[in-house]
C-alpha cells in the first residue's frame, strides 16, 4: 500500500498519495525556479497555485479522498510546463492560445464597470459591447422598472473576477502557465500606460500653470 502524504496549497490540505506527492513538488519547484527573478513572480505563482487548487477539487468527491500521480500529471497535462513555451515566439504562441478558446464562465468584470461590473461581465460572456448591455437595462428600466431589481440580482450572484485566472476563465482563455504570465505583462503594461499618461497629463498642467 502507498504511503499517503498532505500538502497545503493556499490554506488547503489536500491528500496524496507518495508518487503523486513526490510529481507536483518537482512541478511546483519548476515553476517557482522559471519564474524567480521575473517580474511579479508572487502574484504569478499565486494565480498557478489557485488554479491547481480547482482542479485538485474537481478531482475529489465523497468517494474519492486522495490525489493520485495520474490526477497530477493530468493537471501538468492542462497547465502546461514553463519551458514549453520559450521556443515560441509572441506571435506563435498567441495563435497557439487562440485555437484552444474554451467555455467561458460568468464573471462581473469589475476591471471594466459603471457599478459592479455586471453589464460588462455580461457582454464578454456573449461577445457583446458591454454599452450595448448597458442601453439593454436602460431601455428596460424605462419600459418595465425592473432592471435595476434584476441588475441587483446579478450583481449578488455573479462572483467578480478578482484574478487572474478569473479574468482568463471569463475571455474563454484556457488556464494555462503561459496565459496567465501573458495576461499578468498585460496588465502590468496597461498599468504603465495609465500612469505615463497621468504623467505626461500633470506636466502639461503644470507647463499651462506657469
Known amino acids: ?82 519551458v514549453d513555451f520559450d ?6 504562441l498567441t495563435s497557439q492560445l487562440n485555437r484552444q478558446k474554451g467555455k467561458k464562465r460568468l464573471f462581473r468584470n469589475i476591471d471594466d464597470r459603471m457599478l459592479g461590473g455586471v453589464c460588462s461581465g455580461l457582454g464578454s460572456y456573449f461577445n457583446i459591447d458591454a454599452t450595448v448591455v448597458r442601453i439593454i437595462f436602460l431601455l428596460a428600466l424605462f419600459i418595465g422598472g425592473s432592471s435595476i431589481l434584476v441588475y441587483l440580482v446579478l450583481w449578488i450572484v455573479i462572483p467578480p473576477a478578482r484574478t487572474v485566472s478569473d479574468r482568463l476563465e471569463m475571455q474563454g482563455d484556457p488556464v494555462t502557465i503561459s496565459n496567465i504570465e501573458k495576461a499578468f505583462k498585460e496588465e502590468m503594461n496597461e498599468i504603465k500606460d495609465k500612469l505615463d499618461d497621468l504623467t505626461e497629463q500633470a506636466k502639461q498642467t503644470f507647463k499651462k500653470k506657469k
Do not use: C, W
Open 1 to 82: 500500500m502507498k504511503k499517503t502524504l498532505n500538502i497545503n496549497i493556499k490554506g488547503i490540505i489536500f491528500y496524496l498519495d507518495e508518487d503523486a506527492y513526490t510529481k507536483l513538488n518537482a512541478y511546483l519547484e519548476e515553476i517557482k525556479t522559471h519564474f524567480r527573478n521575473k517580474k511579479g513572480q508572487e502574484e504569478i505563482i499565486n494565480d498557478i497555485e489557485n488554479r491547481i487548487v480547482e482542479l485538485f477539487q474537481q478531482k475529489l468527491n465523497d468517494k474519492k479522498q486522495v490525489i493520485v500521480i495520474a490526477d497530477v500529471e493530468e493537471i501538468i497535462g492542462i497547465m502546461g510546463h514553463p
Open 87 to 92: 521556443e515560441y515566439s509572441e506571435e506563435e
